[in-house]
């Protein structure tokens, strides 16, 4: 459920009158279908928003020294996270606990506080969300404007509550 991850849960609003989350599902679905999205594409948008959500449940703790590693529930959600992204778990929680600075061809790795290493989660959870949203908007204005309709595309204002508002108009962007 949306209380279980942490980035959807800060609100404590979980519904919107009106708004049904599976009927919505089930038309994006079928909007990619339309839009000759294979497969392949949809899983891979799927298995990327579910990382960035279990992204968003990883915390952190002191290592009892200068750095930070993963709390129990943060073990857990790596262990989902690397599967959808198809990555090394240690590889992984290295590079959210440590940065790393290169002086004279030396790479040197620096702990991360729990702190820091939040900000670094939210960092890499924000890029993966930001280049799947750039991806999206090119793969569907690709699927309208074929060489028939160089016109045809969609361009994306995407702020956040618009949806839920019954009549939209200029006057709100102000």
């Known amino acids: 459920s949306m209380d279980s991850y942490g980035y959807l849960n800060q609100s404590g609003c979980y519904t919107v009158d009106g708004v049904d989350d599976l009927n919505e599902?089930?038309?994006t679905l079928q909007s990619m279908s339309d839009l000759n999205f294979n497969l392949s594409e949809i899983e891979?948008?799927?298995e990327l928003t579910a990382a960035v959500l279990q992204l968003g449940n990883t915390y952190f703790v002191s290592d009892g020294k200068e750095g930070s590693k993963l709390d129990r529930?943060?073990?857990a959600a790596m262990e989902w996270i690397t599967r959808l992204l198809h990555v090394d778990a240690r590889e992984l929680e290295f590079g959210l606990t440590h940065r790393s600075i290169e002086v004279r061809n030396t790479i040197t790795n620096i702990p991360l506080n729990?702190?820091?290493?939040?900000?670094?989660?939210n960092a890499l959870s924000k890029s993966i969300y930001g280049?799947?949203?750039d991806w999206l908007v090119s793969r569907v204005n690709g699927a309208l404007n074929g060489q028939d309709?160089?016109?045809?595309?969609?361009?994306?204002l995407d702020i956040f509550g618009f949806e839920i508002f019954e009549q939209n108009s200029f006057e709100q962007l102000c």
């Open 149 to 156: 309709r160089p016109w045809a595309f969609i361009g994306l």
């Open 73 to 75: 529930n943060g073990v």
């Open 44 to 46: 891979w948008v799927l």
């Open 25 to 27: 599902f089930e038309i």
């Open 131 to 133: 280049q799947l949203f």
């Open 114 to 121: 729990p702190e820091a290493a939040k900000d670094s989660r």
